[in-house]
């Protein structure tokens, strides 16, 4: 049997069409044979493959420019099964380009939770063909609800003469299948796909545009199979818009969590998305953070393991019940203690948390350890839970997760893995125990997920940027990581002196020796728990702001990778000469008065030098901010002048390129805020203006793309997930034609507007979009507008266009009329906060709008703790505030059909 395939795509002089595929076994890139097509005119390619009846043939299309692959098709590998009893087989396909933004539609987060339907698992026969020769209409599209079907119709009698749908198969959803057959061998007909009832009774939607064309000649009347492979149903003007609530686990409260959130309390956040009309969740980073076991461990965005999930979310009662009355007697006081207080006390949490867990992993240790599920998860799971088990093992028994700081145990091994994950070893239990913990962790993640895929409902995560500088990950894979770098973001409206993140930058060029192997796998594992994904500072693909080990202010840092400027290119600006004036620290008499006062005299005999009259220097002990850090812990005395201190060690306008030999450098960052900007003459200031431009805003464009082309496909094509970026800041102009291109959903959040102005136009918002209000790094609109009432006043005159005094109270009217602008906008997903929903009712809402902000940028060591004040049980019986959402969402078109 002879399977011929016809493709139609254009391409340029030299390149070709090939296919890449495989025959019955699974299809894997690696293995896959390559079938290169033929054409006669560059555009209509064709090949053909031999093969037996019953085989099924899986083949993706990729293009071959000068012997090399220089472009795929998007999505899944297709698959073809052979009937038995079928003759030759013609299919027709149709390249499927990445940058299409209706590909979003087959995400998981679409085809297994928002329009989840019943999927067979294994590919079936295309048809019968033992009379006659056989059409399959093969519509690929996943947009539809569950509530409907596609049909076919044209016009023949065999596709009902325009009026009577063919109703098309979705066993194998999202590909939709109908056959007809036809004893002939010229086949002229016009065919199009429309929207039916489940009966096939009555036509809803029919699609747009021109009615579909098929030309066939087959060589005898019978016993011949053409596939026509369609791509999407062709929407007249309609766009699918939906809703969703965000809100961190640990922020979650239900009468059943031990003084945090918990993955269980998922499941009554979905019964209430859905009751709401919403079909989407967002939850912030959920990996283990537990590295220092005190409250600092609360930053959800330093994970010890971007692989094991956070022990504080598992739900004690979910495990086991305690054989002990006593133990079950103290978790029940406990519960109610931890449950009472208005915010999390991580640290007795903590505490009384792994307490429990060690009480049930004892209970429960000898069943535990030979249970099938358990044996298969760890077997699953192996490559990154026996390192983790090995990391808290050995962070527990040192005291302390800096590997460097451990006897003998430094650099990780295989044979140290061997040893002690033996059940030989004295101390296994504690490595068990490890094994036990993350078990349950993902079998009540599961459990949330399976849960709201079943309520229609996506779970969408969080991938941070980067990782723990003492995690696991940098002790198994250190060569992975710049360890020399501080991973953090410039400054902004919210952190004028930038971000200091404290994790290492990534060796990209090490981590692509394997294909992005690291990446594909961190995507895959999240892809488990998740349907959806929110990509922490997706600007960090492009290039990541890196600060030296060195330094603490965000100011000092730098774009990596980065093209620095040499003293000609410098020169050419007009920036030539003496460098030094620009690249040490600019620090005057005047200005030291007025900062340190009667003190300078003191300060200036340990800090300072003269430089010249009227002129500072450091003195050589102290070249960087670490530098003085560490002398004012051994001297407290000079405390109190640590930020002046810090702040004088940035006031430079050049960076020198670290091992250039002062050959290349590197404007500062926000080099216009600095005094010793403003102490040039105005046009040594435009000098400087002039090249600052060039370098932030135009001389990385290309170089930056490149950076992210090179990168993001091999992560995004690692999952099914519905993946969103936020590409907030300061963003490169290549920024949005490059996640457009890989078909990334962006972030537009109302007070970070993209563009020269104050408030966001949410009705001119990309469909491509997730809008939200607020979003964990800022206050709520509630606290914003209490905050901020000159903000306040500008918005309520210019953009909402009220009248009379604005109220210095932001009421629920308020609230919720930026709701209402927000499920207005064109964004294919308008997601709020859950502080900002329930502050539309003035009898549910905290009374204290400052306390719901999650999370403070400025501040590096911010207690990450709010809780939110309503039990997910309390919410769901507010049937006033829960129609009202219902009601917003399906005026504005939201809710799920």
């Known amino acids: 049997m002879i399977l011929h395939l016809h493709i139609h795509y254009r391409t340029q002089l030299g390149q070709q069409v090939a296919i890449l595929y495989s025959i019955d076994k699974e299809f894997k890139e690696a293995e896959a044979r390559k079938l290169l097509f033929q054409t006669y005119d560059g555009e209509n390619w064709t090949s053909i493959i031999e093969l037996k009846k019953g085989e099924t043939v899986h083949y993706r299309y990729i293009l071959i420019d000068n012997k090399k692959e220089v472009n795929r098709e998007w999505g899944a590998p297709r698959s073809l099964v052979v009937p038995q009893n079928s003759g030759n087989i013609f299919v027709q396909d149709k390249w499927r380009p990445r940058n299409d933004e209706r590909n979003a539609f087959f995400s998981s987060a679409f085809t297994k939770a928002i329009f989840r339907r019943e999927i067979a698992k294994n590919a079936r026969p295309v048809a019968d063909t033992s009379e006659g020769n056989t059409i399959v209409f093969r519509l690929h599209e996943a947009n539809i609800s569950p509530n409907y079907k596609f049909c076919v119709l044209g016009n023949i009698p065999e596709l009902g003469m325009w009026d009577i749908p063919l109703v098309m198969d979705d066993s194998q959803y999202p590909y939709w299948e109908a056959s007809i057959r036809i004893p002939s061998t010229n086949i002229h007909l016009e065919y199009k796909y429309a929207i039916c009832d489940h009966a096939g009774r009555e036509v809803l939607t029919w699609e747009d545009g021109d009615n579909r064309v098929c030309h066939f000649v087959v060589p005898e009347p019978s016993n011949h199979l053409l596939v026509l492979s369609d791509e999407h149903f062709r929407y007249e003007g309609y766009r699918w818009r939906g809703a969703g609530v965000a809100i961190p686990v640990f922020s979650l409260r239900s009468n059943r969590s031990l003084g945090i959130g918990e993955f269980s309390d998922l499941i009554p956040l979905v019964d209430w998305a859905a009751k709401t009309g919403m079909n989407v969740v967002q939850v912030l980073p959920v990996n283990d953070t537990l590295a220092t076991k005190t409250w600092v461990d609360s930053y959800p965005y330093a994970a010890i393991s971007v692989f094991a999930l956070h022990p504080l979310y598992i739900n004690i009662q979910k495990i086991a019940d305690f054989e002990e009355k006593t133990h079950k007697t103290d978790f029940d006081k406990n519960l109610k203690s931890l449950n009472t207080p208005e915010k999390i006390d991580f640290e007795k949490v903590l505490t009384s948390k792994m307490h429990f867990l060690k009480i049930l992993f004892d209970q429960e240790k000898e069943r535990f350890q030979s249970h099938p599920e358990v044996l298969g998860f760890i077997l699953r799971n192996a490559e990154w839970l026996k390192p983790y088990a090995l990391f808290c093992h050995l962070r527990d028994k040192f005291g302390t997760c800096n590997f460097n700081l451990w006897p003998d145990h430094q650099t990780y091994t295989v044979d140290l893995l061997d040893k002690y994950c033996s059940p030989g070893y004295e101390s296994y239990d504690e490595i068990l125990f490890w094994y036990f913990v993350q078990y349950h962790a993902d079998r009540q993640l599961m459990e949330a997920k399976e849960y709201a895929r079943n309520h229609h409902v996506a779970l969408k995560g969080d991938l941070p940027i980067g990782i723990y500088r003492y995690s696991c990950d940098a002790w198994v894979a250190p060569h992975l990581y710049n360890m020399d770098e501080q991973a953090g973001a410039p400054p902004d409206d919210y952190a004028a002196l930038g971000q200091n993140w404290g994790f290492p930058t990534y060796n990209w060029e090490v981590m692509a020796q394997d294909g992005f192997g690291w990446w594909r796998k961190r995507m895959q594992k999240l892809n488990e728990y998740f349907d959806a994904l929110r990509i922490d500072h997706i600007l960090g693909f492009f290039r990541i702001w890196s600060i030296p080990v060195r330094h603490i202010a965000g100011t000092m840092g730098l774009f990596n990778p980065r093209l620095p400027y040499s003293a000609e290119e410098l020169a050419s600006f007009g920036i030539a000469g003496d460098l030094s004036r620009y690249t040490e620290p600019f620090i005057t008499h005047d200005y030291c008065s007025g900062v340190f006062g009667k003190d300078l005299s003191g300060i200036k005999k340990v800090f300072f030098e003269d430089a010249s009259v009227g002129f500072y220097r450091f003195k050589p002990a102290f070249r960087s901010q670490i530098d003085i850090v560490q002398f004012l812990q051994k001297n407290p005395k000079y405390a109190g002048y640590e930020k002046d201190l810090l702040h004088l060690m940035t006031e430079v306008l050049l960076i020198e390129e670290p091992g250039s030999n002062g050959r290349f450098f590197n404007p500062r960052i926000t080099l216009n805020t600095t005094l010793s900007f403003k102490n040039l003459d105005p046009f040594t200031q435009n000098r400087f203006t002039n090249l600052y431009n060039e370098y932030y805003f135009r ?198 059909v």
């Open 699 to 896: 001389r990385h464009d290309n170089f930056w793309k490149e950076q992210a082309m090179w990168k993001l496909p091999a992560l995004l094509d690692a999952s099914d997930m519905l993946i969103c970026g936020e590409d907030l800041g300061m963003i490169p102009a290549t920024v949005p034609g490059v996640m457009k291109e890989l078909n990334i959903i962006s972030l537009e959040i109302q007070r970070m507007p993209k563009g020269n102005t104050r408030f966001g136009m949410v009705g001119n918002y990309p469909y491509f979009s997730v809008c939200s209000p607020s979003c964990h790094d800022m206050s709520t609109i509630r606290g914003w507008w209490e905050a901020d009432h000159d903000m306040a006043k500008d918005f309520y005159y210019n953009y909402l266009k009220w009248y009379g005094l604005a109220p210095m109270e932001c009421s629920p009217e308020i609230v919720q009329s930026i709701i209402e602008d927000h499920l207005a906008s064109p964004s294919i997903l308008a997601i709020f906060p859950i502080q900002d929903l329930v502050g539309m009712d003035y009898n549910l809402r905290k009374k204290d709008a400052a306390s719901e902000q999650i999370n403070e940028p400025s501040n590096p060591r911010h207690y990450w703790r709010f809780r939110f004040h309503l039990t997910i049980e309390q919410l769901l019986k507010e049937d006033n505030l829960n129609n009202r959402i219902h009601t917003l969402v399906n005026k504005y078109g939201r809710l799920p």
